[in-house]
């Protein structure tokens, strides 16, 4: 069945860095853009970062601009958030969603999520 499962998480520090993997399986994957969201403890879950089925365009939140990278490779149903300059506002639970879209069509999936804790 449908697989979608975030790692990478730890604890950092202030100004360390981090790379979260998203490994997916049980669709065609490369019909599907990718996402990273997360959500503190306390708020909104949030979009960080999106990137299109083909990897040719990507966008992210104001926030992680410049310090986020999202990625993917299409060979290995695998997608990443590289992140930078990591700060404690960035401490959250990170999730991984898979979307598809075409004409009627919706579908979306989520990761179990990964927990990222930036201490200052």
């Known amino acids: 069945q449908v697989r979608v499962v975030e790692s990478g998480g730890d604890s950092v520090q202030s100004g360390g860095s981090l790379r979260l993997t998203c490994a997916a399986s049980g669709f065609i994957f490369n019909q599907y853009a990718m996402s990273w969201y997360r959500q503190a403890p306390g708020k909104e879950r949030e979009l960080v970062a999106r990137i299109t089925n083909a990897g040719d365009r990507t966008d992210y939140a104001d926030s992680v601009k410049g310090r986020f990278t999202i990625s993917r490779d299409n060979t290995k149903n695998t997608v990443y958030l590289q992140m930078n300059n990591l700060k404690p506002d960035a401490t959250a639970i990170y999730f991984c969603?898979?979307?598809?879209?075409?004409?009627?069509?919706?579908?979306?999936?989520w990761g179990q999520g990964t927990q990222v804790t930036v201490s200052s």
């Open positions: 969603n898979a979307r598809f879209t075409l004409g009627v069509a919706l579908r979306t999936y």
